[in-house]
Protein backbone atom coordinates (compact mmCIF):
# COMPACT_ATOMS: atom_id res chain seq x y z
CA UNK A 1 0.00 0.00 0.00
CA UNK A 2 1.56 3.48 -0.54
CA UNK A 3 1.91 5.83 1.69
CA UNK A 4 3.00 9.59 1.31
CA UNK A 5 3.63 11.97 3.92
CA UNK A 6 4.10 15.54 4.29
CA UNK A 7 5.61 17.40 6.76
CA UNK A 8 7.40 20.42 7.27
CA UNK A 9 4.76 23.35 7.06
CA UNK A 10 4.16 26.40 9.47
CA UNK A 11 4.00 29.88 10.38
CA UNK A 12 6.98 31.68 8.74
CA UNK A 13 7.61 35.93 8.25
CA UNK A 14 7.94 37.00 4.55
CA UNK A 15 11.83 36.40 3.36
CA UNK A 16 11.71 33.38 5.43
CA UNK A 17 12.32 30.08 4.51
CA UNK A 18 11.16 26.59 5.20
CA UNK A 19 11.78 22.86 4.16
CA UNK A 20 9.09 20.52 3.19
CA UNK A 21 9.21 16.74 3.69
CA UNK A 22 7.86 13.77 2.01
CA UNK A 23 8.29 10.54 3.08
CA UNK A 24 6.94 7.83 0.78
CA UNK A 25 6.40 4.13 1.49
CA UNK A 26 5.13 1.71 -1.11
CA UNK A 27 6.33 3.51 -4.08
CA UNK A 28 10.23 4.28 -4.80
CA UNK A 29 11.02 8.12 -5.20
CA UNK A 30 14.02 7.40 -7.93
CA UNK A 31 11.35 5.57 -10.00
CA UNK A 32 8.85 7.79 -10.12
CA UNK A 33 7.94 11.75 -11.09
CA UNK A 34 7.18 14.00 -8.15
CA UNK A 35 5.38 17.09 -7.67
CA UNK A 36 5.12 19.41 -5.29
CA UNK A 37 1.86 21.23 -5.35
CA UNK A 38 0.00 24.54 -3.89
CA UNK A 39 -3.72 24.83 -2.92
CA UNK A 40 -3.75 28.65 -2.03
CA UNK A 41 -6.50 29.44 -0.43
CA UNK A 42 -9.83 29.41 -2.91
CA UNK A 43 -7.54 28.46 -5.69
CA UNK A 44 -7.08 25.50 -7.42
CA UNK A 45 -4.50 23.30 -6.87
CA UNK A 46 -1.27 23.97 -8.72
CA UNK A 47 1.96 22.47 -9.47
CA UNK A 48 5.16 24.56 -7.81
CA UNK A 49 7.73 21.84 -8.26
CA UNK A 50 7.89 18.71 -9.89
CA UNK A 51 11.26 16.13 -11.32
CA UNK A 52 10.39 13.42 -13.75
CA UNK A 53 11.40 10.04 -13.66
CA UNK A 54 14.59 11.02 -15.59
CA UNK A 55 15.57 13.82 -13.16
CA UNK A 56 14.18 16.80 -15.12
CA UNK A 57 13.34 19.20 -12.56
CA UNK A 58 10.53 22.26 -13.32
CA UNK A 59 9.41 24.77 -11.60
CA UNK A 60 6.36 27.27 -12.19
CA UNK A 61 7.34 31.04 -12.49
CA UNK A 62 6.80 32.27 -9.13
CA UNK A 63 9.08 30.07 -7.88
CA UNK A 64 11.99 30.18 -10.03
CA UNK A 65 14.96 31.11 -8.23
CA UNK A 66 13.41 30.76 -4.66
CA UNK A 67 12.23 27.16 -4.51
CA UNK A 68 14.17 24.04 -5.22
CA UNK A 69 13.17 20.52 -4.79
CA UNK A 70 15.59 17.65 -4.31
CA UNK A 71 15.40 13.79 -3.86
CA UNK A 72 17.17 11.62 -1.59
CA UNK A 73 16.95 7.74 -3.05
CA UNK A 74 18.43 5.99 -0.11
CA UNK A 75 15.92 7.53 2.21
CA UNK A 76 13.05 7.19 -0.24
CA UNK A 77 12.49 11.36 0.37
CA UNK A 78 11.48 14.49 -1.42
CA UNK A 79 11.90 17.84 -0.07
CA UNK A 80 11.23 20.91 -0.79
CA UNK A 81 13.37 24.45 -0.05
CA UNK A 82 11.78 27.06 -0.21
CA UNK A 83 13.69 30.73 0.49
CA UNK A 84 12.73 34.30 0.41
CA UNK A 85 9.06 33.26 1.17
CA UNK A 86 6.22 35.71 -0.02
CA UNK A 87 2.50 35.96 1.06
CA UNK A 88 1.30 34.23 -1.75
CA UNK A 89 3.08 31.43 -1.07
CA UNK A 90 0.64 30.74 1.46
CA UNK A 91 -1.85 27.54 1.27
CA UNK A 92 -1.45 24.06 1.44
CA UNK A 93 1.71 21.99 -0.54
CA UNK A 94 0.96 18.90 -1.23
CA UNK A 95 3.57 16.33 -2.27
CA UNK A 96 2.41 13.37 -5.49
CA UNK A 97 3.96 10.66 -6.76
CA UNK A 98 2.92 10.30 -10.65
CA UNK A 99 3.65 6.23 -11.46
CA UNK A 100 2.59 4.19 -14.02
CA UNK A 101 0.04 2.89 -11.51
CA UNK A 102 -1.37 6.05 -10.52
CA UNK A 103 -1.03 9.28 -8.68
CA UNK A 104 -0.28 8.96 -4.62
CA UNK A 105 -1.10 12.09 -2.67
CA UNK A 106 -0.58 13.29 0.88
CA UNK A 107 -2.87 14.53 3.21
CA UNK A 108 -0.93 18.06 2.77
CA UNK A 109 1.01 20.49 4.96
CA UNK A 110 -0.24 24.40 6.03
CA UNK A 111 2.50 26.90 4.85
CA UNK A 112 1.92 30.45 6.18
CA UNK A 113 3.50 33.39 5.17
CA UNK A 114 2.63 36.33 7.53
CA UNK A 115 4.13 39.44 9.23
Known amino acids: QVQVVESGGGLVQPGGSLRLSCAASGVEVGDNGVGWYLQAPGKERDLVAG???????NYADSVKGRFALSRDNAKNMAYLQMNSLKPDDTGVYYC?????????WGQGTQVTVSS
Open 51 to 57: VARDGYL
Open 96 to 104: AFHTLAGDY
